[in-house]
């Protein structure tokens, strides 16, 4: 049952047919990790902390600098020098003080599980700016039965994919991408530029997938890549087909 602080402050999507107080209650139970406290992690945060994600876990081995501040809106400039994990979770902790934040204030890699126990989260989303690091994310999911949120921002464009391959005859992230583009094709935000609020509009379009998944409403994006153009302000989802021959999940028991 929600307390009566609960109904008031989650009211809105309490009202919602779809979502409802059963619902809500979901989310309050929710456990989620959030790989990366960037540009894409920052809305990601502030909305999954509003809605009332109850276990929030933040992982992040950066400091926020003055550059950031253009999209990364969760920061102040006061925060410049700072962990960007600590100021985040200070943050969330401002916007919803009914969750619990977690710290994790390292890289994560091939070693991720054990850091930060993959298995014991509902959802893992990814904002990161590496294929290096996509793909030491998207093995440990796939090894703990995970789902992945994956979210990317370069210049005017985003993409969000959601993947759960054990779920049934869906891919996971190597379907999409089995092999790292070459160095030249894959500039970073702080090399190729980024308008700010292509951060938040794809960060916000990634909160709500996540939602939405959570609650269990709605079509989801598994098998499916949703691609943003922020010039000319459109999107469209397409068909990801899972690849039989995939290297991470082509054998995966399902």
Do not use: W
Not at 11 to 19: D, G, K, P, S
Not at 58 to 65: L, Q, S, T
Not at 132 to 143: D, E, P, S, T, V
């Amino acid at each position: 049952m929600l307390t009566q602080t609960e109904t008031d402050r989650y009211l809105r999507h309490i009202l919602l047919r779809e979502v409802g107080a059963q619902g809500q209650q979901k989310l309050l139970a929710s456990r989620v990790l959030v790989v990366g406290a960037g540009g894409l992690g920052a809305p990601i945060i502030q909305y999954l902390a509003a809605a009332g994600v109850g276990t929030l876990a933040i992982a992040d081995d950066d400091r926020v600098e003055l550059s950031n501040l253009q999209r990364q809106v969760i920061y102040q400039t006061g925060d410049v020098g700072r962990s960007k994990v600590a100021a985040a979770a200070a943050a969330a902790r401002a916007i919803n003080p009914g969750i619990e934040v977690m710290e994790f204030h390292q890289r994560l890699g091939e070693d991720m599980d054990a850091a930060v126990g993959v298995s014991s989260f509902d959802l893992v989303i990814e904002g990161v700016d590496s294929f290096k690091a996509r793909y030491a994310i998207g093995r440990a999911c796939l090894g703990a039965r995970t789902p992945l949120l994956s979210a990317a921002i370069g210049r005017f464009d985003g993409q969000i994919g959601l993947f759960a391959p054990y779920a049934g005859d869906f891919p996971c992230y190597r379907c999409l991408v089995p092999e790292p583009p070459p160095r030249e094709e894959t500039l970073t935000c702080a090399e190729e530029g980024v308008l700010g609020p292509v951060a938040g509009v794809v960060g916000a379009m990634a909160a709500l997938e996540a939602v939405k998944y959570l609650v269990g409403t709605g079509p989801d994006l598994r098998g499916e890549i949703l691609l943003y153009d922020g010039l000319r302000q459109e999107s469209r989802r397409i068909r990801l087909p899972r690849d039989p021959a995939c290297p991470a999940c082509g054998t995966l028991t399902r």
